[in-house]
Structure formats: structure tokens, C-alpha cells
């Protein structure tokens, strides 16, 4: 496994973290069950993984506390990275939506960012959070500056409840602006061999001033994990039925291309021995500025998987041909 600094930040933490999103239970998206959830914990944990990304919007505070039992007697080994901004307990903040349920709001207030971190903390077992990440920007009406924002979480780095500040889902502008603000280690956006386009901006400007990449649906929930082919049924309630309709590549033409494709690239999978999956991981982890790729993962099996992909080092001509690729087969249909 490599491990890289979590930008400026004296924390090193494994190129592939492990992606918790299943285990909050959320109907759409959720592991079989608790049990499985920690069993996939402790395999990330046993292949050395130590980054682990979770959000109290995971289940509303069920998935930080599934890794608070997992990593317990073992906090020393996990990089826990877990976020802010999405408030469920009352109205402030900005309207978000309604998720499992739940009313929701986007609130990078001070007052509840303390809440959340004290609730966090709780739900997590520990004393203390590595990597504290603004879930989202704050929307209006409440639209709080981001030096206000940045004001609270520098105040909570000094107390020590936080060890590193991050960010996620911004523009690049909003990116500029936090770095300039305060103490700026990394920022969580989405990017994989599909959607490539935050490499000039946000991409171009971590790598420019030493700011972590965590880079979420690398493997576009599944899709680039080489097992959704034509013939793939999901279950019941797996939002993966209906992402056709808002995810083009979903649609059964154009897996049919993205199949050509992966079949071109056998002799790369053979000479490193590997699955497609970790192919994918190894290449977003290659590209310039990407310094963490985020996998979920359901079982241990698939934890396991993707954490030995942090070992694998592609060839330049091997990074460039695959890029060449991609550039051939061009956008969706
Ligand atoms: N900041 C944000 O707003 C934000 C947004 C989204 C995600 N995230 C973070 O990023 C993480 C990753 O995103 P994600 O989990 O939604 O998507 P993802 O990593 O692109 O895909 C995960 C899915 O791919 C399949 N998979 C994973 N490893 C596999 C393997 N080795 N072999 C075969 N299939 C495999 C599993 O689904 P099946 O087994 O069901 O096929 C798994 O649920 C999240 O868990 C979360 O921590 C953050």
C-alpha cells in the first residue's frame, strides 16, 4: 500500500480509502447488513488501508458509530475522515432535501458545525477526528462566509478536536477561497476515467499548492468495477435501476462501448495481475493532483480487493493508453 500526506497536514494516510456510504443503511445503496459493514472494516484495516470516509449523513449517524465499534482497540491505525454541513436536527440552515426520510439543511454555522463535531465524536468513540470536511458549500438563504465557517473549524483544530480541515464538493472559486482563509489539507469531489473534468481546475490548483485529493465514484458505483454487464439485475430498491435516466453510461449502449473498451486493456490487467476494478483505482490514483481515491465497499471481499490496488504502479505508457482510450471513446450516447 502507498500512503501520501494529507496535504500541507503532518498525516499520512493510504492512497485508497475505504468509502463507507453503504454501511449508513440508506435504502438505496445499503450493505446486507452491520456485521458485513465491520467485516469490511477490518479487511480494509488488515490490507492496510487506514483512510476511512464517512459523513453523519450516512445513515444519521449509524455508519459513524459501525466504525466506532470497528476501530475499536485500534484507533491508532484509521485516518478518520468524516464531515459537517448536512444539519437534520432542526430547521437552520438552508433547505437541503429529504433523504431516508429526513428533512434536511446545509448549515456551516458555527454554532451547529460544534454540535456535530461534539456528535461525531460521540459517534465515533475517539477524542479525536483527523480530517474534519465541509460536506457541502453553504447555499442560501443562509449563505455563511466562508472566513466565519473556516473561523470555527481553525478554532476547533486548535483544541485539538481536529487534527486537519477539508473540504468537499466545491467550485473552484469556493476551493481558493477556504485555502486562503485557513489551514486547507484536502478536498472530496467527484472524479473517475468518466468524469474527468475538474482536472484543470480543481485538480490542476491542489496539486499546485500541495492540497489532498479524496476523489469519490471512482469506480461510478460499480460501473467501472468490470461486473455490470447487459445482462446485470440489481436489487429491488438499488437506485442503480432508474441511473440510466441521470447517468448515460448507464444506458445499455453505452456499457456495450465502455465493455469494448476494457476488453483492450487484458494485456495490462495480466501483466499486473489484476482485476479491472483495481486497473481503475491505480489509474485515477496516477493521474497528476489525484492523491486518494475513495472505494466504497460492501463486503470484506471487495475491501480487500480495493486495497490492493494501492500497490499497484502503472507504466507511463500504460497511464497514457488508457488515456488515449477514453479520448477515443469520447462522450456518452
Ligand atoms: N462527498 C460527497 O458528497 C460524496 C458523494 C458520494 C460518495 N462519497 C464517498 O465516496 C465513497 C465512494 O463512493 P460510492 O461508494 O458511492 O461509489 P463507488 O466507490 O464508485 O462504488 C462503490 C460500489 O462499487 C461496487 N464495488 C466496489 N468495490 C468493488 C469490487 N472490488 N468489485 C466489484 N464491485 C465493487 C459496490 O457495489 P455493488 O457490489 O453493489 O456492485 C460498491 O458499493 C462513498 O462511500 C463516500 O465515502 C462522498
Same mark, same amino acid.
Given at each position: 500500500?502507498l500512503?501520501r500526506?494529507?496535504?500541507k ?5 493510504s ?6 456510504h ?6 438505496d445503496?445499503k450493505?446486507a447488513?452491520?456485521?458485513e ?5 477490518h ?5 492496510g ?13 449509524h455508519?459513524?458509530r459501525?466504525i ?9 491505525e484509521?485516518v ?7 444539519w ?8 437541503n ?7 434536511n439543511?446545509?448549515?456551516l ?5 460544534k454540535?456535530e ?5 460521540k459517534?465515533?468513540?475517539?477524542d479525536?477526528i483527523?480530517?474534519l ?27 485539538g478536536?481536529?487534527r486537519?480541515i477539508g ?29 474527468r ?8 490548483y491542489a ?18 468495477a468490470?461486473k455490470?454487464n ?5 436489487e429491488?430498491?438499488?437506485f442503480?435501476n ?6 448515460p453510461?448507464?444506458?445499455?449502449e ?7 473498451v ?16 483495481q =486497473?481503475?483505482? @491505480?489509474? /485515477? %490514483? #496516477? +493521474? ?5 481515491? =475513495?472505494?466504497? @465497499?460492501? /463486503? %470484506? #471481499? +471487495?475491501?480487500?480487493?480495493?486495497a490492493?490496488?494501492?500497490s ?6 500504460e ?15
Amino acid at each position: 500500500m502507498l500512503y501520501r500526506p494529507l496535504g500541507k497536514s503532518m498525516i499520512e494516510a493510504s492512497i485508497i480509502g475505504l468509502g463507507t456510504h453503504a454501511f449508513g443503511g440508506s435504502r438505496d445503496s445499503k450493505t446486507a447488513n452491520d456485521r458485513e459493514s465491520l467485516n469490511a472494516i477490518h479487511a480494509a484495516l488488515d490490507s492496510g488501508v487506514t483512510l476511512i470516509d464517512t459523513a453523519p449523513s450516512y445513515g444519521w449517524g449509524h455508519c459513524e458509530r459501525i466504525i466506532g465499534r470497528a476501530i475499536k482497540g485500534r484507533r491508532d491505525e484509521a485516518v478518520i475522515a468524516t464531515k459537517c454541513g448536512v444539519w437534520w436536527q432542526d430547521a437552520r440552515g438552508s433547505f437541503n432535501g429529504i433523504k431516508d426520510g429526513k428533512e434536511n439543511y446545509v448549515s456551516l454555522r458555527p454554532d451547529t458545525i460544534k454540535i456535530e463535531v461534539e456528535n461525531s465524536l460521540k459517534n465515533l468513540g475517539t477524542d479525536y477526528i483527523d480530517l474534519l470536511q465541509c460536506h457541502k458549500p453553504a447555499i442560501p438563504p443562509e449563505d455563511t462566509p466562508i472566513p466565519e465557517t473556516m473561523g470555527c473549524l481553525m478554532n476547533l483544530k486548535d483544541q485539538g478536536k481536529i487534527r486537519a480541515i477539508g473540504v468537499s464538493n466545491v467550485s473552484l472559486d469556493q476551493f481558493m477561497t477556504y485555502d486562503s482563509v485557513g489551514e486547507l489539507s484536502s478536498n472530496q469531489f467527484r472524479y473517475s476515467m468518466l468524469h474527468r473534468d475538474r482536472e484543470e481546475d480543481i485538480l490542476a490548483y491542489a496539486a499546485k499548492h500541495d492540497i489532498a485529493t479524496l476523489t469519490y465514484w471512482s469506480l461510478e458505483a460499480g460501473l467501472l468495477a468490470g461486473k455490470i454487464n447487459l445482462e446485470r439485475v440489481f436489487e429491488k430498491n438499488d437506485f442503480r435501476n432508474h441511473a440510466a435516466q441521470w447517468h448515460p453510461w448507464y444506458k445499455k449502449e453505452n456499457i456495450e462501448r465502455l465493455l469494448d473498451v476494457f476488453v483492450k486493456w487484458s494485456d495490462i490487467l495480466n501483466r499486473h495481475e489484476c482485476t479491472l476494478s483495481q =486497473l481503475v483505482i @491505480a489509474w /485515477t %490514483a #496516477a +493521474q497528476p493532483g489525484a492523491s486518494h481515491v =475513495l472505494c466504497g @465497499a460492501k /463486503t %470484506a #471481499a +471487495q475491501s480487500e480487493q480495493n486495497a490492493a490496488a494501492g500497490s499497484i504502479v502503472l507504466e507511463p505508457d500504460e497511464i497514457d493508453r488508457i488515456r488515449d482510450d477514453l479520448n477515443a471513446l469520447g462522450d456518452p450516447i
